[in-house]
């Protein structure tokens, strides 16, 4: 490559890896980066409102697609801004690549005006967090981000460059692609003896059960899922917010887990005498990782892409490092070459789907519901009725949300998103932003309540401005619901800072120029979602709720 400045250098290292979108707000310090942009068609800067806007998004992007994603800040408090979504990206193993343009060397390690340690603010929050330090130093180091963010257990990485290694400056590099300094689409067999003992023992099962984590969706394993699930009659459950790892609409599908999931899942757990824990670390909302939901005579075979995480949570029959994807496949080999049909276990596969009929009629009972405002529950069958196939879904931290949990089935891979374990309000809005620009075929709507959405309910002008088409809903019970209902059970009623007085959501979103929708009668919610999917702009529809606060769901111990 001939000579050419620095900041367009770096454009094009990303170019290379396909990035279509740079989200992020400008400063000083990334203005020789953000105006190689300018009038470009291939690769666009989205300017949010906020980081933390640009970071959520991003990371719906990387969830919804697969594929990294690149968010662009200024020094200090600029890139400080993005904490937040870095530990989201952490913690739902998105690979974020944040570019943060930091304040001139001679301004670093002297209390320089915005001047901070930013690779140590983020080094718990990312896989990496680095400087550059010389600009010769800058097109390898874009790389590395790169294939430190991919590689096995995917997650976010900082890349702090000082501008004056890009302002005025120039660079020639030899523009690789991604193939020549990284693996792509990198898939890790298990080793072939802990598969044949992991055969053994699920032949030897009577009452088997697939546990389906994210390691499935991001491996796009959920086929090889399904395949040795009927070969084996298993029952198939997903880890706690996976829920598109495997079709909900399966005969093998019970339910999932979790205090906001389903006891039905729960019960099937304990029964099963192995599971197989496909591409899941086990997580704790999964099984709170102690014997109330998984059975302590139960075998365990763990698989997954990471090492440290097979045994950590549960003591293991068989722990096999691997792909999820390449290891099922194995698995399978095995299995049909022992016998083409596998094992039935028909008793057992009679038995979970009496369970799984349980939780069908249970949901069912709650179509009787009636009240005004109306139960949150009542939105779930009407919303439901009007999500298209492949339709993403984006749950926001809150009770009311989070009774989709439950309720919303998945039938597709990358089309449900939540907080990941990381645990934020807030993140619904941005995020759901992120997964309609990764996947504009597809419908994005996103669930919050009222103290969730006006986190970065600032975003949307953004989405008016970058005429990002995605659905949010929020459940209005006009307080902090999730936090109110533990002062109800444990703090005598003493109610402090939970209940909220807000403004009228729809009105809100007209003002900003998208569409507002107000909803008080169930039996509109499927027909306004409808309207509101085919208006193709931001849309956003408000339904005041009761507060419900729901027990968790049970467990056998
Ligand atoms: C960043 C952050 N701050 C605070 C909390 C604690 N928190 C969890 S849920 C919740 C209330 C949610 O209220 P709302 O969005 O209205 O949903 P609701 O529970 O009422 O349905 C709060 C404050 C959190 N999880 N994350
Ligand atoms: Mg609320």
Redesign the pocket.
């Known amino acids: 490559m001939a000579e050419i400045a620095a900041g367009q250098a770096v454009i094009e290292l990303l170019r290379a890896e396909g990035v279509e979108y740079v989200f992020g707000v400008t400063g000083l310090t990334t203005n020789s980066m953000v105006t190689q942009m300018y009038g470009r068609e291939d690769i666009q800067f989205v300017d949010t409102r906020h980081e933390e806007g640009a970071i959520l998004m991003a990371y719906g992007y990387s969830k919804s697609t697969g594929k990294p994603s690149v968010c662009m800040t200024t020094s200090g408090p600029g890139t400080i801004n993005l904490a937040?979504g870095m530990s989201l990206a952490l913690k739902g193993r998105a690979p974020v690549i944040a570019i943060a343009g930091d304040t001139a060397m001679e301004y670093i390690g002297r209390d320089g005006s915005q001047a901070f340690d930013l690779v140590n603010v983020f080094k718990p929050l990312t896989k990496m967090a680095v400087q550059a330090n010389t600009t010769e130093r800058v097109p390898d180091l874009v790389r590395e981000a790169f294939r430190t963010a991919m590689w096995g257990k995917q997650g976010p990485v900082l890349l702090d460059i000082p501008r004056d290694l890009l302002d005025t400056k120039t660079l020639s590099d030899e523009m690789l692609n991604p193939d020549q300094y990284r693996t792509v689409n990198p898939r890790t067999s298990g080793d072939q003896a802990a598969v044949d003992e992991a055969v053994k023992l699920l032949l030897s099962a009577e009452r088997p059960l697939l546990l389906a984590g994210g390691g499935v969706v991001d491996s796009e394993a959920s086929i090889e899922a399904v395949r040795l699930a009927d070969l084996l009659d298993m029952a198939m459950v997903p880890s706690y917010g996976h829920h598109d790892a495997i079709p909900n609409s399966h005969p093998n599908y019970i339910g999932p887990p979790g205090g906001r999931g389903s006891g039905e899942a729960h019960e099937t757990m304990d029964k099963a005498d192995v599971i197989l824990a496909l591409g899941t670390k086990i997580n704790q909302a999964s099984s709170s990782w102690d014997y109330s939901v998984i059975n302590q005579d139960t075998r365990i075979i763990q698989i997954d892409i990471d090492p440290i995480e097979i045994g950590r949570n549960y003591p293991v029959s068989v722990g096999i490092v691997g792909d999820a994807k390449r290891v099922a496949q194995q698995l399978i080999d095995a299995v049909c070459s022992i016998s083409l049909e596998g094992k039935n276990n028909k008793m057992w596969k009679s038995e979970f789907q009496v369970i799984s009929q349980k939780r069908i009629r249970r949901l069912e009972s709650e179509r009787s519901l009636s009240a005004d405002p109306m139960m949150p529950q009542q939105v779930y069958p009407e919303l439901t009725k009007a999500l298209p196939k492949g339709a993403m879904v984006t749950i926001?931290?809150?009770?009311?949300?989070g009774l989709a949990y439950d309720r919303i089935f998945f039938d597709e891979p990358r089309t449900m998103f939540n907080y990941a374990g990381q645990?934020?309000?807030?993140m619904g809005f941005s995020v759901g932003l992120g997964t309609k620009l990764g996947r504009p075929d597809r419908t994005a709507v996103s669930l919050?309540?009222?103290?969730?959405?006006l986190y970065t309910c600032g975003e949307l002008n953004t989405a008016v401005r970058h005429n990002i088409p995605s659905v949010s809903i929020v459940?209005n019970?006009n307080?902090?619901?999730?936090?109110k209902s533990q002062q109800k059970a444990l703090h005598n009623e003493k109610f402090v800072g939970v209940d909220?007085e807000n403004p009228r959501f729809d009105k809100l979103a007209e003002v900003f120029g998208a569409k507002g929708y107000y909803v008080e009668h169930s039996s509109e919610i499927a027909d306004v979602v409808n309207e509101a999917v085919k208006s193709n702009q931001p849309s956003v529809i408000e339904i005041p709720v009761q507060e419900y606060f729901p027990p968790s769901a049970p467990t056998p111990r």
């Open positions: 937040g926001d931290a809150g009770v009311a949300p645990g934020a309000l807030g919050h309540g009222d103290g969730g959405f459940l019970n307080c902090m619901g999730a936090e909220l």
